[in-house]
């Protein structure tokens, strides 16, 4: 689509599009929309936006000032392929009586970092490229009150269905077993076609894919890499993915789900993300004489990392599911160390090419239940810090840290540690007015109460198992 708002509107009028759906995101991570008649959308909307009540948004405004506006980027235009006629425009939060971009906006908080990258004369552009694992089920259930809890997944290849009536259907098997799921051909492999529809849509809507397969974990786990892009382009496109996603698995009578852990003893979904810097059109993070191909530069932005990681995953692993996968011996990144090609270690450097333009760290802790752009502009701020201050990561780790008697420090266990290690090391997140106080103590409040302490309060299945009979 155009990116010029007139000629966006126009190109809309003459491919029959009747509707615009204006989104946005939340604090947390979840988008929000609403839509607006083609008749009734004009240019003014891109330059004075439109309003709505910021008091109903999970973090954002009270209710005495809810009034907010969202203002569209036509950049971000896309034909929504679940919605007939309708054209989806991403949108920034700008304050209605300022006019200024609102600070706790998450998309302009990603701005910002890149905007700071460049201010502070490091780098001219950021490239990211995540890996966004998720889960399809056919079913998943849940219910809590003051006397009961219970929760059932339920997918038609997963290895506890091997003995399965099947709902009165032949059991044809093909069923995998725990931690076997990774590359398998159908049909132990039911899920090819759904995705290749989704690669398909995702196409559609301008999103670059460069591959998909079959993941680890039984019971329908599955990864779709998304091709590098700029920081904020690709974190609107890992909200266009799980969109995409979400709404195809709907299609087959299926439901997609990016918690982190939904099944227990197999494998959970993570986000690794792939980043890098260049200036001048030159990728800082290369030197041909250096370990793993790797730059003093690239080795200071992993100091960065590994030296904020601990504050790095109250908002790159933000639930308290997150811990669930965080857990050593289900390939789940807890050791805070790096190394070339090595899975253990939280920072990894790919081998595959000798590429000067394709080297770049690849930082494994983060999950897909994250706000993209809160958590690429933190991740940017600890790499950038290590820079600035050329942070030593210390030596390698090219040993399996699973199974080594070396010691080596490891990431947190809950995510009210990794609160507690934010709200002491947040600093690095200030520089630049990239994050705010403001936003950094909504966002500990916000888990704290909402996440932390229902989770907390509540009685778990397991300790009826445990202490019933006490």
């Known amino acids: 689509m155009k990116s010029e708002p007139k000629m966006l509107i126009e190109e809309a009028g003459s491919k029959d599009i009747d509707m615009v759906d204006l989104k946005f995101i939340d604090i947390p991570g979840t988008w929000h ?52 006629n309708t054209l989806s425009i991403i949108c920034n939060v700008r304050d209605p009586i300022k006019k200024t971009p609102y ?46 809890g219970f929760y059932f997944v339920d997918s038609e290849e997963a290895i506890w269905n091997s003995g399965s009536e099947n709902n009165g259907r032949n059991n044809l098997g093909h069923k995998l077993r725990h931690k076997e799921g990774y590359f398998p051909v159908p049909p132990s492999d039911a899920l090819q076609e759904i995705r290749n529809d989704i690669v398909r849509t995702l196409i559609q809507c301008g999103v670059q894919v460069e591959m998909h397969h079959h993941e680890v974990a039984t019971a329908g786990q599955c990864e779709i890499d998304l091709r590098y892009s700029p920081l904020v382009r690709m974190a609107d496109q890992v909200m266009m993915y799980k969109y995409v996603v979400k709404n195809t698995a709907l299609k087959y009578n299926k439901t997609a789900t990016f918690m982190p852990k939904p099944i227990f003893n197999d494998n959970g979904s993570g986000m690794h993300c792939h980043q890098s810097l260049f200036k001048n059109g030159k990728n800082l993070f290369y030197d041909r004489n250096g370990y793993a191909l790797i730059s003093q530069t690239a080795l200071h932005y992993i100091g960065g990392l590994l030296k904020h990681a601990p504050a790095l995953c109250a908002i790159i692993a933000p639930t308290t599911n997150s811990y669930k996968r965080l857990v050593p011996g289900f390939e789940a990144p807890v050791n805070l160390a790096y190394s070339q090609r090595n899975r253990s270690a939280s920072v990894r450097i790919p081998m595959y090419s000798e590429d000067e333009n394709t080297k770049r760290v690849e930082f494994r802790m983060p999950d897909p239940s994250c706000n993209p752009y809160l958590a690429f502009a933190a991740m940017l701020m600890a790499g950038l810090d290590g820079v600035k201050n050329k942070i030593d990561p210390g030596k390698p780790m090219d040993r399996d840290l699973y199974h080594s008697n070396e010691k080596c420090p490891t990431c947190p266990s809950s995510l009210s540690e990794s609160l507690d290690a934010l709200e002491k090391d947040h600093e690095f997140l200030l520089q630049g007015g990239v994050f705010t106080k403001e936003l950094i103590e909504t966002w500990i409040e916000y888990k704290r109460k909402r996440e932390v302490d229902p989770v907390r309060l509540r009685p778990h299945p397991w300790e009826f198992y445990l202490y019933a009979d006490v």
Do not use: C
């Open 103 to 148: 600070n706790k906006d998450p998309r302009y908080v990603a701005q910002k970092a890149v905007q700071y990258l460049k201010d502070a004369g490091i780098a001219d552009e950021t490239y990211w490229g995540p890996e966004v694992e998720f889960f399809i089920f056919d079913s998943i259930r849940y219910g809590q009150n003051e006397s009961s």
């Open 33 to 84: 929309h609403f839509s607006i008649p083609l008749s009734d959308f004009s240019e003014k909307v891109f330059s004075e936006g439109t309003g709505f009540d910021g008091s109903s948004i999970r973090g954002f405004q009270d209710i005495n000032e809810s009034d907010m506006l969202l203002v569209p980027d036509p950049s971000t235009a896309f034909v929504d392929p679940f919605s007939k």
